[in-house]
């Protein structure tokens, strides 16, 4: 049997070429990792321009509803046009927010506590048991929507 001696690339051509490669696929995933971020930052962060969070709430007393504290944590002015207890409208507030609501009439302004009840539904917010889990969502007059969970009987 004869053996035939083959030739194979050398040491040097081979590492050339793995870095070659290694290079060619770190700028194809820098080009996916730059265009993916410049097109979630481009829009000026209208995505999360309006935000609100929930500061505190009390629902100790379930007889008497539950008291809802949101502050503004958005970069622009959000108008609340309604609440929703359990997906039931729980308070509607039109154009104007709450009377508690500071900077303005219409809107709370960034970083401004807004502070309102919901009792304007007999039936499902006084109704509620002692360590239930209740969803509120707060919607603004654009259609945005913030969601919080609230236990009965409880504050937090």
Do not use: W
């Amino acid at each position: 049997m004869q053996v035939t001696a083959r030739e194979a690339v050398s040491p040097i051509i081979a590492t050339l070429l793995l870095i070659a490669i290694a290079v060619a696929a770190g700028i194809i995933v820098y080009v996916y990792v730059n265009s993916l971020a410049g097109g979630l930052t481009s829009g000026g962060g209208q995505q999360v321009s309006e935000q609100l969070s929930l500061d505190a709430y009390n629902y100790g007393t379930i007889g008497s509803g539950v008291t809802i504290a949101v502050r503004n944590s958005g970069s622009s002015s959000v108008t609340i046009s309604s609440v929703f207890f359990d997906g039931s409208l729980a308070a509607s507030f039109g154009s104007q927010s709450p009377a508690s609501c500071a900077a303005g009439a219409t809107a709370t302004a960034t970083g401004a506590t807004c502070t309102f009840s919901l009792t304007t539904s007999p039936g499902t917010v006084e109704t509620a048991t002692s360590g239930t889990t209740h969803v509120v969502k707060i919607v603004s007059a654009t259609g945005g929507t913030s969601v919080f969970s609230v236990t009965a009987g409880r504050s937090g």
